[in-house]
């Protein structure tokens, strides 16, 4: 893929932070959720993606889905067929909340991950940055600036969520952080948005909050494609600026 | 094998028990919103629950049967008509070749579903034959029902056409299904605790339990927003957002609740205050705007029981069904 330039580094993530504090609770009937914090943390959204892999690894009768968020897992599944062919002697619930506990304990023996910087390309001028302007003046910089602080992390995919594809990353250096805005707007496809400390990319046309700083001519989601979402939870991101010229020659 | 959509209506799209295995990318479930009335109108048509079926919002389409076939219509009542004759929900039905079906009047209910022998023909995207608007994709062409739509079934070697009588241009078979107490006491909604309901300040919790909230006309199939009294946290942190499903009751920060319906998105960050049980949710996706809804709490073991008695007379209707189609065919 154009524009996709992977790096392969290495970095070992620790997890010893953790200890065996977490909150398992029914989100309603047929899901679960692990919890293992109200923040966004690294190390927590590492211990939920490595339980994710176990889980995919090791799954059960009746399980339908799993995603990860910041610092929880939540599984789906099906209370009839895990009745039916484990027989749990309490609820359905206890069982898969053991499940869970499960792969709790054993994804700790996940220590190491490889990770990618995937480099996006981001044309951060007029028309794709609707809010650019107005928000280097909010923050007293001028806009290149902005660009530069926002290309000069790498920002790690959270997760995904609120639309097919679209990324939570982080985090943004606070010196262009910005609230959300009050009322959503509609976003074009490919709009790279900053929401406080978080930043993301709207794959779809959508109606959307985030304050849009560029837009990249990738396409992050093609249904058809034989992947239709490009980005995942645990990918490493850094954007580079790329002219209007080489946006449209794209 | 197909039928040809005459005239559109408002939301018609096809539709299964939904697309899982995908949430970890952002791609919703989505799919059916009353999935007993989805699986009975299979059922009666003697069909696998898992084929797809057509969900119409009223006003509904008007379709053209382009050959005989095996119907049946389930679900909300929108006085369905083949060629001007009234039909009974909840039965199949033969149709004749060009017999037309039409929707002209609501009577209750939100959301019809019709199934035809051997289901449609369209396309499954990433394993489902839901269709996902946003991502234009999956049902018919990722999209809703227009004009001159034609749909396709898949093939059957079963001929109903000796079930018709001359001259006419339908006939509805003799049995039907008893929807028995999945749709009794509409307004009554058990939920079980979300794990923010201690959040709620006291007096709260006892409005959640004792006022009654109304569907707003802002409703849609990703959400029911309710309005009804404003109901307060005791703690004013924010959450980072997590995974929510089909029936999370979530408080909006002006204190109203909605409910995530079918098409709901993977992820939120409201607090969840409980949760509508699987059972419950059927007569829940039947309920329109300015209707009132009255929760009652229960607990998690009670919710899976009354899931697992609705599956199982599911499946002791399709069996059933089963039995009654072989007979009349052979």
Not at chain 1, 107 to 114: K, P, S, V, Y
Request: with cysteine; aromatic share 10%; hydrophobic share 40%.
């Amino acid at each position: 893929m154009r524009g996709y330039v992977v790096k392969k580094l290495t970095s070992v993530i620790s997890i010893q932070v953790l200890t065996n504090q977490y909150k398992i609770f029914p989100l309603g009937d047929a899901a679960v959720t692990i919890d293992m914090g109200n923040v966004i943390s690294e190390a927590l959204n590492q211990k939920a993606l490595a339980m994710q892999q176990w889980l995919l690894a090791h799954p059960f009768e009746g399980m339908k889905d799993c995603l990860v968020a910041y610092s929880s897992l939540t599984v789906l599944y099906n209370p009839v067929i895990i009745k039916k062919y484990y027989h749990p002697r309490h609820t359905v619930f206890a069982w898969v909340a053991d499940r869970l506990q499960q792969a709790f304990e054993k994804a700790l023996q996940t220590g190491q991950a490889i990770r990618e910087v995937i480099r996006i390309p981001v044309c951060y001028d007029e028309p794709f940055a609707p809010d650019l302007v107005s928000l280097a003046r909010q923050k007293q910089l001028p806009v290149t600036d902005v660009v530069n602080i926002h290309t000069s992390t790498v920002y790690n995919v959270y997760m995904i969520g609120f639309l097919p594809g679209f990324s939570y990353m982080g985090e943004v250096n606070e010196r262009i952080a910005v609230p959300r805005k009050q009322q959503p707007t509609q976003v074009m496809a490919g709009s790279v948005g900053i929401a406080g400390s978080q930043t993301g990319i709207y794959p779809l046309q959508s109606p959307g909050g985030w304050q849009i700083v560029g837009r990249t001519p990738l396409k992050l989601f093609d249904a058809f494609g034989p992947e239709p979402v490009k980005l995942q939870a645990g990918d490493r991101v850094q954007f580079y600026a790329i002219t209007k010229q080489e946006f449209d020659s794209y | 094998m197909s039928l040809t959509i005459i005239k559109p209506g408002l939301l018609d799209t096809i539709q299964d028990l939904g697309r899982t295995g995908y949430s970890r990318l952002g791609i919703n479930t989505g799919g059916v919103m009353d999935r007993y009335a989805a699986q009975v109108a299979n059922m009666l048509v003697g069909n696998d629950t898992l084929e797809a079926v057509m969900e119409i919002h009223f006003p509904g389409a008007q379709f053209l049967f382009e050959q005989n076939t095996l119907i049946s219509i389930t679900g909300a009542d929108f006085t369905a008509m083949v060629n001007d004759e009234p039909v009974p929900l909840w039965h199949p039905i033969v149709v004749r070749k060009n017999a037309v079906l039409h929707f002209p009047k609501l009577q209750h209910g939100s959301r019809c579903y019709v199934a035809v022998h051997g289901g449609y023909c369209v396309n499954k995207w990433l394993n489902s034959y839901s269709t996902h608007l946003k991502a234009g994709a999956g049902g018919f062409h990722g999209r809703k029902l227009e004009k001159r739509d034609e749909i396709p079934f898949k093939e059957s070697r079963i001929y109903f056409a000796g079930l018709l009588k001359p001259g006419k241009e339908f006939e509805v078979l003799k049995w039907h299904v008893d929807t028995g107490s999945t749709y009794l006491h509409p307004n009554e909604i058990y939920i079980i605790k979300g794990n923010e309901w201690d959040q709620l300040t006291c007096q709260s919790q006892q409005d959640m339990l004792e006022d009654n909230f109304t569907i707003h006309p802002f409703s849609d199939r990703m959400g029911y927003q309710l309005k009804g009294v404003d109901l307060k946290r005791n703690e004013r942190t924010e959450l980072v957002s997590s995974g929510v499903s089909f029936g999370t009751i979530q408080l909006l920060p002006n204190g109203q609740l909605i409910v995530l319906m079918a098409d709901h998105q993977t992820t939120g960050g409201y607090p969840r205050i409980g949760h509508v049980i699987s059972a419950h949710l059927p007569k829940l996706a039947q309920l329109r705007p300015s209707d009132c809804i009255h929760f009652k709490i229960t607990d998690i073991a009670t919710a899976e029981n009354l899931l697992i008695a609705q599956q199982q007379e599911l499946n002791i209707l399709q069996r059933a069904c089963l039995e009654r189609l072989n007979h009349v065919v052979c």
